[in-house]
């Protein structure tokens, strides 16, 4: 059974950091790409970043651009979204997804978590 499970989530001050890991299990991910998503109360799922499965493309949202890093270790099954500078605006539900392609749309994501809620306070 294939299963993806977010963590390291939490409360932070505006400014600080915080770095998400995602942990795959269930087959191996090192073909797929993998993919950071986030809701906010009231608003619609929206992406944030993406990385192939070779690590040589990343995508990321313009809102995030410049503050936020996706990486992975194909050897762990694990893949990360170091996030800096953090914006009161970032709070949201992140999910971790993977797909067999890199892609902006949570369509394309056939896996996903169940999510891990980051606040941050301003």
């Known amino acids: 059974q294939v299963q993806l499970v977010e963590s390291g989530g939490g409360l932070v001050q505006a400014g600080g950091s915080l770095r998400l890991s995602c942990a795959a299990s269930?087959?191996?991910?090192?073909?797929?790409?993998m993919g950071w998503f986030r809701q906010a109360p009231g608003k619609e799922r929206e992406f944030v970043a993406a990385?192939?499965?070779?690590?040589?493309?990343?995508y990321y949202a313009d809102s995030v651009k410049g503050r936020f890093t996706i990486s992975r270790d194909n050897a762990r099954n694990m893949w990360y979204l170091q996030m800096n500078s953090l914006k009161p605006e970032d709070t949201a539900v992140y999910y971790c997804?993977?797909?067999?392609?890199?892609?902006?749309?949570?369509?394309?994501?056939?896996?996903w978590g169940q999510g891990t809620q980051v606040t941050v306070s301003s």
């Open positions: 997804a993977a797909g067999s392609s890199i892609s902006y749309y949570s369509r394309d994501y056939r896996y």
């Open positions: 269930g087959r191996t991910f090192s073909s797929y790409a």
């Open positions: 990385i192939s499965w070779s690590n040589s493309r990343t």
